[in-house]
């Protein structure tokens, strides 16, 4: 990692600790514990763990609860400790579609809107990436290259979300926080937050859209992922839409296409 990450962590580990001690001291000396609370049954938004910063671990266990481990700062610049950083977020599980063959992501239990993860890998420039890399490369910051997660494998949970067909809607999407820096070395860890934009239902589909230019460039026909075993969010019919008229647009429809990087993949 380099040294102005390096500084960046330590200066943010420190603050982190004093709001954590003034915490501690208005609740009467009682530390925080991670666990998370619920909202009839699913997960909110881990106590704030997840806006604890870059010195935290974002991820979750697989019975819900937060994993409360320090990030592992030496070896990367994301909120992730060693451990889920080469395991993955157990909140998710990368699986093979049962019709089209592909591994696709599914949740492993009720996740809420607001729940964030990272799409991390190596930052490279897009020549280096390859063919295979070029389909999974997310843009990183101006001028510092694409995250190329394929050597990463299974980890890189976040490279193997479908992207929803024309009758189906996106519930994750990329936001401009970025983990890392241009002038950290190439190959370096590096990601961007994503955030789900929808509730999402156990064993149901994460999805991220791509983008036109996507398939455009590549002769490819949208279809929709959706089954029986993950099933994929579709879309409201007209009618229900007029039973709601006055119902706001999500956050998602209002961003278009500022959801997601159009240089996706």
Request: glycine share 10%; charged share 30%.
């Amino acid at each position: 990692m380099c040294d102005r990450v390096r500084r960046a962590r330590a200066k943010e580990r420190a603050s982190t600790t004093d709001a954590d001690a003034q915490d501690d001291t208005r609740r009467g000396g009682a530390s925080w514990t991670p666990t998370a609370t619920t909202r009839e049954g699913v997960p909110t938004r881990l106590r704030g763990a997840q806006a604890k910063g870059v010195s935290w671990c974002w991820a979750t266990r697989a019975n819900g609860s937060i994993c409360g481990a320090r990030a592992d700062c030496e070896n990367s610049c994301l909120p992730y400790c060693a451990e889920h950083l080469e395991r993955g977020d157990e909140a998710l599980r990368v699986v093979k579609h049962p019709v089209f063959g592909d591994k696709i992501l599914i949740a492993t239990r009720d996740l809420p809107k607001g729940y964030k993860t990272v799409y991390f890998g190596e930052r490279k420039t897009w020549r280096e990436c390859g063919r295979a890399g070029r389909d999974h490369a997310m843009h990183f910051r101006s001028g510092g290259g694409v995250i190329d997660p394929c050597p990463l494998g299974d980890a890189a949970q976040l490279q193997f979300m479908s992207n929803p067909g024309p009758n189906e809607v996106s519930n994750n999407r990329s936001t401009n926080v970025f983990f890392g820096d241009t002038r950290c070395p190439k190959r370096t860890l590096v990601g961007r937050e994503f955030i789900l934009s929808r509730d999402v239902k156990k064993g149901a589909q994460l999805l991220q859209w791509y983008g036109a230019d996507w398939f455009n460039s590549r002769d490819i026909k949208r279809l929709d992922v959706g089954c029986d075993v993950y099933p994929a969010e579709r879309k409201k019919r007209k009618q229900e839409r007029a039973d709601h008229p006055n119902r706001e647009p999500s956050r998602a429809k209002v961003l278009g296409d500022a959801t997601n990087a159009s240089s996706r993949r």
